[in-house]
């Protein structure tokens, strides 16, 4: 698989006002001790259903014989912030480890942290970098991050950030080019990003405290799950494009804006089987195709329908619409069913007796 992107906790030493995620946030005492625990016990559940080999086949970059190149995936490891205390020592690097332990010797697997940065210390960067991190991805750039205001601050975060890195032996990631893209850089690499607008994220999901706050200004125009971390490609298992988000206790969705509803849990089943339960459903395929507007064509959804759906009024009480609102309404009111008997279906398969040879 190409790409797949872990929220191991809900724990931050942030509470931003654009987070698409109101459980991100600062936990104390018995709370904190909640949230990591909840991570420590799912982890080494959810690594043993993880696919075999973290490999795929990427489509862009034909070989020599005309077939596609065989490369290795990532996994990013995220938060919350997964470099806070406790969270770093009894979640991050075990779980580090355990990828490491887990894909050594099947070709390996590119292991991505992810932070706001401002946790960053050269201590911290060694630590990651001994453990095998091929990227660092500090997140916090943009104006939403208090602190961060405008770009003089941030030109210097970076530049701060940046020789701590280079002096640990790291080097900027590159930007996709007809030579070549980040997935094919050695590492250890670097590299910064934002909410900022103009962005991949700028319009930000409705979602979270970025939806409480009035603050997405995405339209029916923006289609974020035609996009990297959005649905598209999500179904594409073993080859380029294919991502999918997990939770802290396993569960596994097709973006990582998060659909209403989970697909399955991979802290209970292999993720391989959750997908491949799901291959051929027209409104999977619809997802994974990046045309969410079309998955309620075989319930009787017309376009029309799941684009008048996707109305609605903001917390501000100004009107807005956007294709997650519909995405989310069509998994209130159809999709629940069909994601049960999914599961049930896949359970009996597991629970059916292996003939006698």
């Given at each position: 698989m190409q790409s797949i992107y872990w929220v191991m906790s809900w724990a931050c030493h942030r509470k931003c006002k654009h987070c698409y995620e109101d459980k991100f946030r600062p936990y104390v005492r018995g709370a904190l001790e909640g949230v990591v625990s909840e991570a420590e016990r799912a982890f080494p559940r959810i690594i043993a259903n993880l696919p075999e080999r973290m490999r795929y086949l990427d489509l862009d970059d034909v070989g020599e014989d005309g077939g596609p190149r065989e490369k290795t995936g990532r996994i990013i490891l995220s938060g919350g912030e997964s470099l806070i205390d406790p969270v770093r020592e009894r979640v991050t690097y075990p779980?580090?480890?355990?990828?490491?332990?887990?894909?050594?010797?099947?070709?390996?697997?590119?292991?991505?942290?992810?932070?706001?940065?401002?946790?960053?210390?050269?201590?911290?960067?060694?630590?990651?970098?001994?453990?095998?991190?091929?990227?660092?991805?500090?997140?916090?750039?943009?104006?939403?991050?208090?602190?961060?205001?405008?770009?003089?601050?941030?030109?210097?975060?970076?530049?701060?950030?940046?020789?701590?890195?280079?002096?640990?032996g790291m080097r900027p990631s590159i930007r996709a080019t007809t030579h070549g893209s980040m997935m094919d850089q050695d590492g250890p690499i670097f590299s910064f990003f934002g909410a900022q607008p103009g962005s991949w994220i700028g319009k930000l999901w409705p979602r979270g405290r970025a939806w409480d706050n009035g603050l997405s200004t995405a339209t029916l125009a923006d289609n974020f799950c035609n996009n990297w971390s959005g649905g598209q490609n999500f179904l594409r298992y073993g080859f380029s494009g294919s991502e999918v988000s997990l939770e802290p206790n396993g569960n596994v969705y097709p973006c990582c804006i998060k659909t209403k509803l989970p697909l399955g849990n991979v802290a209970e089943e292999r993720l391989k089987d959750i997908l491949e339960s799901l291959a051929g459903d027209p409104v999977y395929e619809a997802i994974n195709a990046g045309q969410p507007e079309r998955m309620g064509l075989s319930h009787g959804w017309s376009i029309e329908t799941f684009l008048e759906k996707s109305r609605t009024t903001d917390p501000m009480g100004r009107p807005y619409a956007n294709l997650c609102v519909g995405c989310d309404k069509f998994h209130e009111e159809v999709l629940a069913p069909r994601i049960e008997a999914a599961r049930v279906r896949r359970r009996a398969r597991v629970s059916e007796p292996v003939p006698a040879e």
């Open positions: 779980i580090i480890e355990a990828l490491a332990d887990r894909y050594r010797d099947r070709g390996g697997v590119k292991i991505v942290v992810q932070t706001t940065g401002d946790l960053l210390t050269p201590e911290i960067v060694r630590d990651l970098v001994d453990r095998g991190v091929w990227l660092i991805s500090v997140s916090g750039v943009d104006d939403f991050h208090v602190g961060m205001e405008g770009e003089d601050k941030q030109a210097a975060y970076r530049a701060r950030l940046t020789a701590m890195m280079e002096a640990e």
